[in-house]
C-alpha cells in the first residue's frame, strides 16, 4: 500500500507513505530544494512511564550541513507511537533566506502533516 499526502499554506510539504510487511517508510520534503537531510528509524516499545501505553525511541542521522534532524525525530517518534510500527522517515526540507517566524511556521506544518499521516493510515486500518 502506498499513498502521498501534502500540506498546504505559505510553506507546504508532502509525504510519500509506503508500507512495507508491516512497517512504513515515509519521505517528507519541501521547499525549493527538496533533498535527503536526516533519516530516523523509530521502534514502538512500552512507555516507560505507563507500560500499557505506546511510546518509541528513535535513532537519527542526520547529513552534515542539514537541521532536519528534530523534525525526523518527532515525526518518526510520533507516528512509531501511535501506529505501533516501525518507522523509516526522510525529511528534506529547504527554502532560501527562512527567519525564525518562517522556521515556526515550517515546524507547524510538519505537525500537521504529522497528525495528517496518522489520520490517513489509521482511516486505511493500519
Not at 4 to 23: C, K, N, W
Not at 53 to 62: G, L, R, V
Not at 63 to 72: A, C, M, N, R
Amino acid at each position: 500500500m502506498n499513498w502521498t499526502t501534502r500540506t498546504s499554506g505559505e510553506f507546504p510539504l508532502q509525504a510519500s507513505i509506503r508500507l512495507i510487511g508491516q512497517d512504513l517508510l515515509i519521505a517528507v520534503w519541501g521547499g525549493t530544494h527538496p533533498h535527503i537531510g536526516a533519516v530516523g528509524i523509530a521502534h514502538p516499545r512500552p512507555s516507560l512511564k505507563d507500560t500499557v501505553e505506546i511510546s518509541a525511541t528513535a535513532s537519527i542521522y542526520t547529513v552534515i550541513g542539514h537541521k532536519e534532524d528534530s523534525v525526523v525525530q518527532m515525526m518518526s517518534s510520533r507516528i512509531a507511537s501511535a501506529l505501533n510500527r516501525l518507522v523509516v522517515l526522510t525529511a528534506g526540507i529547504h527554502w532560501d533566506n527562512l527567519n525564525q517566524k518562517d522556521i515556526k511556521k515550517i515546524l507547524e506544518s510538519c505537525e500537521t502533516l504529522t497528525q495528517t499521516i496518522i489520520d490517513e493510515a489509521r482511516a486505511k486500518g493500519l
